[in-house]
T-cell receptor
Framework: QKEVEQDPGPLSVPEGAIVSLNCTYS??????FMWYRQYSRKGPELLMY????GNKEDGRFTAQVDKSSKYISLFIRDSQPSDSATYLC??????????????FGQGTILTVHP | KAGVTQTPRYLIKTRGQQVTLSCSPI?????VSWYQQTPGQGLQFLFE???????NKGNFPGRFSGRQFSNSRSEMNVSTLELGDSALYLC????????????FGSGTQLSVL
């Protein structure tokens, strides 16, 4: 079983819809949680960075972390065609010598159609 | 502020050859991490360097190696290339603290024929 599970989709929604992306994890040592967006032939772009349980909002994006359930989510409001990309959740074990090592989900392919 | 720069963007090599990839981090960042991305395995951590020292290493064979220079630029080398090494190689830079934000470059697409 993978440490981080993410539904690969694909997910197709109409423009303006609310999108919900989710990841579950099994390692309780994960303390920092990130969401990246990756366009085709590009590197991942950091969207959201959270540490504590709860919600964090940035524009149309809301990241939610529930450490007790080992579950994180990313919500995209008023989705746009330009949001079409692969969304990757990533987690960081901040203990020991885990420098630079993020554990990623498989990524969810999202398409927002006009 | 310039982002993370990786060169070259594309590489085509044949089995048995070796390859060197380059990464220039964001100005002021002293940590560089390397990742391999494939459709089947996703993003996997290779290693991390900080102030010219390797602090962390993933589960890859010794054919994969790296180094970091005094200006924080980093290179990654793969020797005796195999078909399975075909992947997008990404580097990420950060300030270097545990749990810090990682910023990725656009990657080097390596094809091994």
């Amino acid at each position: 079983q993978k440490e981080v599970e993410q539904d690969p989709g694909p997910l197709s929604v109409p423009e303006g819809a609310i999108v919900s992306l989710n990841c579950t994890y099994s390692n309780s040592a994960f303390q920092y949680f990130m969401w990246y967006r990756q366009y085709s032939r590009k590197g991942p772009e950091l969207l959201m960075y959270t540490y504590s349980s709860g919600n964090k909002e940035d524009g149309r994006f809301t990241a939610q972390v529930d450490k007790s359930s080992k579950y994180i989510s990313l919500f995209i409001r008023d989705s746009q065609p330009s949001d079409s990309a692969t969304y990757l959740c990533a987690m960081y074990n901040a203990g020991g010598t885990s420098y630079g090592k993020l554990t990623f989900g498989q990524g969810t392919i999202l398409t927002v159609h006009p | 502020k310039a982002g993370v720069t990786q060169t070259p963007r594309y590489l085509i090599k044949t089995r048995g050859q070796q390859v060197t990839l380059s990464c220039s981090p964001i100005s002021g960042h002293r940590s560089v991490s390397w990742y391999q991305q494939t459709p089947g395995q996703g993003l996997q951590f290779l290693f991390e360097y900080f102030s010219e020292t390797q602090r962390n290493k993933g589960n890859f064979p010794g054919r994969f190696s790296g180094r970091q220079f005094s200006n924080s630029r980093s290179e990654m080398n793969v020797s005796t290339l195999e078909l399975g090494d075909s992947a997008l190689y990404l580097c990420a830079s950060s300030l270097g603290q545990l749990g810090g934000k990682l910023f990725f470059g656009s990657g080097t697409q390596l094809s091994v024929l």
